[in-house]
């Protein structure tokens, strides 16, 4: 069986690219990751995200463990199965949902205590019971469960819960167990705190884990913030490992954590802006609903492969919006996805060449110029 293992192939400043290897296939390096919440990337046929270039999924913890269930899901044959996707499924811990959606959440050192926000039931949320969830699931990569502050937060706070979280990786590593071919990931806590961080890493690395993710961060604090936490917290991470930035992002997010030695991503903004008539191009966003389309020809993106762009015009989309079609979520989803995985693939061709700073500049320069004006 081949073993989960990572290897770095070439660097360009701190950004890297390389390749994981799972028993379930490769994952080329930066990787974004699409979202695939309750075992589904929304509007999209897995068959369909493959082709996108995608090489891994992300699954939600919290929402399959409660609809259809850990145990439902293990009973079917596991989430590869179920979903129909035969390759690498990244799982999250579920501490973030049950930080955001969750209602009447109660937190101590156990764990946590929550209602559903599907029916209300009581659940409670374990490391030692997100390990288990995550192994019913069958994840190639498992995160450890962590806990996740409300911001704004102070520092106390930030650190109170940074220390809990590490306190929980270690209960994860144990629970976890040995697993040959399946991945164990620490998060690293801390706010924008570089103490915090130094020491959430330090406590990480003393553990030991597979791949290590930068958690924390894209929760509102700004892309300065963000960015300013990337500039040093990537650099307290074993180099020889994965690094994973959760729940980022946008194009621009995307580039600045890859210049900053992030290897793995992932964000529902690609699909959701799909269902929302927005397209992300490498000119920047666009609004299909804009009357502006309605007599426009043209495809989103005139330099784009993907079939939104061979096969229909601006006009089509816009109608198919305006009309409430379901095919308009469908071909505004697989253009986004196909985005990303272009930006990522020419991420890891420029910096395999070493020609990353020209790659970024004519990226931004593009999204300075603006959409091209209507005809």
């Known amino acids: 069986m081949t073993q989960f293992s990572f290897s770095l192939s070439a660097t360009d400043g701190t950004a890297r690219t390389g390749v ?16 695939g919440t309750a075992a589904t990337v929304k509007a999209m046929m897995p068959e369909s995200v ?3 270039g995608a090489d891994i999924l992300l699954g939600n913890t919290y929402h399959l463990m409660l609809r259809p269930t850990a145990e439902r899901i293990a009973r079917l044959g596991g989430l590869h199965k179920f979903m129909n996707w035969e390759r690498p499924i990244l799982t999250d811990s579920g501490g973030f949902q049950v930080m955001s959606l969750a209602s009447l959440r109660k937190l101590t050192e156990e764990g946590v205590t929550f209602s559903s926000h599907i029916d209300g039931s009581k659940h409670h949320l374990t490391p030692e019971r997100s390990m288990e969830i995550q192994k019913l699931l069958g994840s190639d990569i498992v995160m450890a469960f962590d806990e996740c502050p409300a911001l704004p937060a102070t520092d106390a706070e930030v650190a109170k819960s940074m220390r809990l979280s590490m306190r929980w990786a270690q209960r994860s590593r144990d629970a976890f167990g040995d697993r040959p071919g399946h991945a164990l990931f620490g998060i690293m806590q801390g706010g924008v705190t570089r103490e915090l961080r130094e020491e959430s890493a330090a406590a990480l690395t003393q553990i030991g ?5 930068v958690g924390g961060l894209a929760v509102g604090e700004g892309q300065e913030a963000m960015f300013s936490v990337l500039d040093y917290a990537p650099g307290f991470l074993p180099k020889d490992k994965p690094r994973y930035l959760m729940g980022v992002g946008k194009p621009d997010d995307i580039v600045g954590a890859v210049e900053r030695g992030i290897d793995m991503m992932d964000c529902v903004l690609p699909s959701r802006s799909g269902r929302t008539g927005q397209a992300w191009t490498r000119r920047g966003q666009i609004n299909i609903k804009n009357a502006r389309h309605q007599d426009d020809p043209r495809p989103l993106d005139e330099a784009c492969t993907c079939p939104a762009c061979r096969n229909y015009s601006r006009a089509y989309l816009h109608h198919v919006f305006r009309s409430q ?13 196909h985005y990303y ?10 910096i ?3 020609t990353l700073s020209a790659f970024v500049a004519d990226f931004h320069a593009k999204r300075a110029e603006g959409d091209i004006d209507p005809l």
Do not use: C, K
């Not at 994981?20 to 979202?35: L, Y």
């Not at 884990?209 to 993710?213: E, K, M, R, S």
């Not at 272009?342 to 061709?349: I, P, S, T, V, Y």
């Open 325 to 337: 079609e379901m095919i308009s979520g469908m071909l505004l989803t697989w253009h986004n996805l």
């Open 352 to 354: 395999a060449a070493g």
């Open 341 to 350: 995985q272009e930006l990522m693939q020419g991420l890891r061709d420029a």
């Open 50 to 52: 493959r082709a996108t």
């Open 20 to 35: 994981i290897s799972t028993p379930r296939g490769e994952i080329r390096t930066p990787a974004f990751m699409p979202v």
């Open 209 to 213: 884990f597979d791949g290590y993710a």
